[in-house]
């Protein structure tokens, strides 16, 4: 499982935990997040994601 990292504030999404709070179940793999996914600490769009 691979994690991927917000370029603007650092928040990581981790494939194996998910994202709970934002309705993303665990394992969920990052091309399965879908499209309108934003980061849930500062906003930013997938698009701003990058693979650690």
Excluded: R
Aim: hydrophobic share 30%; aromatic share 12%; proline share 6%.
């Amino acid at each position: 499982m691979a994690k991927y990292i917000c370029s603007l504030c650092g928040y990581v999404y981790d494939e194996k935990n998910g994202d709970p709070d934002n309705g993303i179940a665990a394992g969920t793999l990052w091309a399965n997040v879908p499209e309108d996914y934003t980061c849930p600490l500062c906003g930013a769009g997938k698009g701003e994601f990058d693979a650690e």
